[in-house]
Nanobody, 126 residues
Framework: QVQLVESGGGLVQAGGSLRLSCAAASGRTFRRLTMGWFRQEPGKEREFVAASNWSAGRTYYADAVKGRFTISRDNAKNTVYLQMNSLKPEDTAVYYC??????????????????WGQGTQVTVSS
């Protein structure tokens, strides 16, 4: 079982920055988890934002956020972060943290992830 708790969402003006955090409580070794961030707008499907695969040393990003968002993790603190810079109104969504038990994961598909946080709202005003 993996419990995920996100924090750091809020209201920011376009061009601003936010850093989301996701703390994991798990009986599994955190560094072996593939960690992902997704987002969802009302009435739309959940979409991939970024993922971190520690075992493979890889990170993955959606085209819409490349160059603006950075995923990182502190395995000693069982925490994954999403640094979001140059935010745009279209980044407004509920952001979810997810964990994939696949050691070599990095999928863009929500169904591949095994555990989810409760979500945190990010609102970017124009």
């Amino acid at each position: 079982q993996v419990q995920l708790v996100e924090s750091g969402g809020g209201l920011v003006q376009a061009g601003g920055s936010l850093r989301l955090s996701c703390a994991a409580a798990s009986g599994r070794t955190f560094r072996r988890l593939t960690m992902g961030w997704f987002r969802q707008e009302p009435g739309k499907e959940r979409e991939f934002v970024a993922a971190s695969n520690w075992s493979a040393g890889r990170t993955y990003y959606a085209d819409a956020v490349k160059g603006r968002f950075t995923i990182s993790r502190d395995n000693a603190k069982n925490t994954v972060y999403l640094q979001m810079n140059s935010l745009k109104p279209e980044d407004t969504a509920v952001y979810y943290c997810a964990a994939d038990l696949n050691v070599y994961g990095g999928s863009v598909f929500p169904k591949e992830y095994d555990y989810w946080g409760q979500g945190t709202q990010v609102t970017v005003s124009s």
